[in-house]
T-cell receptor, first 115, second 113 residues
Framework: NAGVMQNPRHLVRRRGQEARLRCSPM?????VYWYRQLPEEGLKFMVYLQKENIIDESGMPKERFSAEFPKEGPSILRIQQVVRGDSAAYFC?????????????FGPGTRLTVL | TQLLEQSPQFLSIQEGENLTVYCNSSSVFSSLQWYRQEPGEGPVLLVTVVTGGEVKKLKRLTFQFGDARKDSSLHITAAQPGDTGLYLCAGLLVYNQGGKLIFGQGTELSVKP
């Protein structure tokens, strides 16, 4: 049973470009979460999605950031017009529906570097 | 705002020593999850504690959840170099059949041979 898949693992963008980060949850998992880990900081919640629904985006910057989890295909975290401060590791996690303990399983992350 | 205070932030010990990492909050969580993260990788789930006062053991690792479900500890007995890594506690806030994790700052553990 494959774990959470994220791609790309490393992404380099110049200021002003767009970054698209993909996440395929574990098989059977319908809940997806995105977290960001800035250098010297802990993991911070960004957004919680279920299929075709954004449940909670309270941790996501209001501008330039968006996320989706379509009926088919991976979840996408999109960052428009990237700035140097967006450089970070972005992690996706997934959990199954109606899980007893709602345990979240993380992918290997995408390391975004903005030049 | 829910916060998790994790201490110590850095810990450097010799092989064979014991250590304890603490995770404290003023908020009550549905459960608390402990993760370990290697450089360049994602966090790997070690254990979930759910019931107040619960104690779980994973080989040389002992996890405890406080009676009020606000704090937790991780105790490692006879640490080995292979235990080196970043340890993270995370409190779970449950809603809509899922929930979000509130992470502590992490404890960077280095075990020297």
């Amino acid at each position: 049973n494959a774990g959470v898949m994220q791609n790309p693992r490393h992404l380099v963008r110049r200021r002003g470009q767009e970054a698209r980060l993909r996440c395929s949850p574990m098989k059977g998992h319908s809940h997806v979460y995105w977290y960001r880990q800035l250098p010297e900081e802990g993991l911070k919640f960004m957004v919680y999605l279920q299929k075709e629904n954004i449940i909670d985006e309270s941790g996501m910057p209001k501008e330039r950031f968006s996320a989706e989890f379509p009926k088919e295909g991976p979840s996408i975290l999109r960052i428009q017009q990237v700035v140097r401060g967006d450089s970070a590791a972005y992690f996706c996690a997934s959990s199954p529906p109606l899980a007893l303990y709602n345990e979240q399983f993380f992918g290997p992350g995408t390391r975004l570097t903005v030049l | 705002t829910q916060l998790l205070e994790q201490s110590p932030q850095f810990l450097s010990i010799q092989e064979g020593e014991n250590l304890t990492v603490y995770c404290n909050s003023s908020s009550v969580f549905s459960s608390l999850q402990w993760y370990r993260q290697e450089p360049g990788e994602g966090p790997v789930l070690l254990v979930t504690v759910v019931t107040g006062g619960e104690v779980k053991k994973l080989k040389r690792l002992t996890f405890q959840f406080g009676d009020a479900r606000k704090d937790s500890s991780l105790h490692i007995t006879a640490a080995q170099p292979g235990d080196t890594g970043l340890y993270l506690c995370a409190g779970l806030l449950v809603y809509n059949q899922g929930g979000k994790l509130i992470f502590g700052q992490g404890t960077e553990l280095s075990v020297k041979p």
